[in-house]
């Protein structure tokens, strides 16, 4: 079973203004002139952590992470109340990641997504596929309404009831019908208490989903105020707009990728983006390998998800 590489400190790092009154933080890892990568974090609004750049070869990557706008390091910080999201939008960062591939001075690259990550890259993918040397995705999900709906309606509510009922609480009953437009109202609201209740329910619920076996680490980082007002007013700002996607654009047109090398990797007990979603991706893309990993959930961490992603970065080095 293959593990991550060992920790690296990245031997470049900046940040990057690309209008809008937005500056992007992004870090490189690994050796300078080698197969250039970029790594794209989910969420929206998770932020990149150091150890996703331990699935890239460090001897032979050149791999680019960032934050992407309004989370992490990147600036403005949408934990902030005043903060506009109107520029916020998956066509907004696909033009950022092609600021990021000029600015790392490379005609072509690697990208490598998860979860939101795996939505962001198929949506620049087909934008730009003469960018694009490879993909690897894990966790699929494209923002359909079903795919939202499981996750926020009613689906995964019925395998985990306990964290359901802490979703829920800050919503009254009348509202709960539509969970996603009740929690947007509540993360916009100009009380700081309300936001943050609200946030906190929002992204301890992702938080406790992540992973196949309970992870507290995980739930913990979900509960730091600051992290989950980004990540919640993103996250919901992005699902309120169906990520600013037509419904089933990024199935539909995953014929623009048949001629780039893919691996698809999924949990089979993935509850935040379930396999049916990586299934129709594989069937509109057959040339993509397609990994279902039996034991594992969400997270790229796990050990099962974590073998299958470095043996593809890991051949597409070579």
């Given amino acids: 079973m293959r593990t991550m590489y060992p920790a690296t400190e990245p031997y470049d790092r900046g940040m990057l203004d690309v209008g809008d009154g937005q500056s992007i933080a992004w870090r490189r890892y690994g050796i300078p002139g080698g197969k250039p990568a970029v790594f794209l974090h989910g969420g ?11 699935t890239f070869d ?18 403005p910080h949408v934990s902030r109340f005043e903060v506009d999201l109107s520029t916020n939008t998956t066509w907004h960062l696909v033009a950022d990641i092609e600021k990021l591939r000029e600015l790392m001075g490379v005609e072509r ?17 087909q934008t730009r596929p003469e960018r694009v040397t490879e993909l690897v995705l894990r966790g699929i999900f494209t923002l359909r309404r079903h795919e939202l709906a499981w996750f926020y309606q009613s689906g995964a509510s019925m395998l985990f009831p306990e964290a359901w009922q802490e979703f829920l609480s800050p919503i009254p009953e009348a509202e709960r019908g539509d ?6 109202r509540r993360l916009n609201d ?4 309300v936001r943050e209740e609200a946030a906190i329910a929002w992204s301890a619920w992702e938080g406790t989903l992540i992973a196949l076996l309970p992870r507290p680490d995980l739930v913990e980082l979900h509960r730091q105020p600051e992290f989950a007002l980004a990540f919640s007013r993103i996250e919901n700002h992005y699902v309120r707009n169906g990520g600013f996607l037509e419904e089933g654009q990024l199935i539909r047109d995953a014929d623009r990728l048949r001629h780039i090398p893919g691996v698809i990797v999924q949990g089979r007990y993935d509850m935040c983006t379930p396999p049916a979603t990586a299934y129709d991706l594989h069937r ?15 997270a790229f961490s796990e050990p099962g998800i974590t073998h299958h992603l470095i043996e593809a970065t890991d051949r597409f080095a070579r």
């Fill in 44 to 54: 929206p609004g998770g932020g990149c952590l150091p150890d996703h750049a331990r």
């Fill in 58 to 75: 460090p001897e032979r990557y050149d791999v680019l992470l960032f934050d992407q706008r309004g989370c992490g390091e990147s600036t």
């Fill in 109 to 125: 690259w690697l990208v490598f997504g998860g979860s939101w990550g795996s939505a962001l890259a198929l949506a620049y993918a």
């Fill in 179 to 184: 969970l996603i437009g009740a929690f947007g």
């Fill in 190 to 193: 100009p009380d700081p208490e």
């Fill in 284 to 298: 509109a893309w057959p040339e993509a390998e397609f990994v279902i990993v039996p034991d594992a959930g969400h």
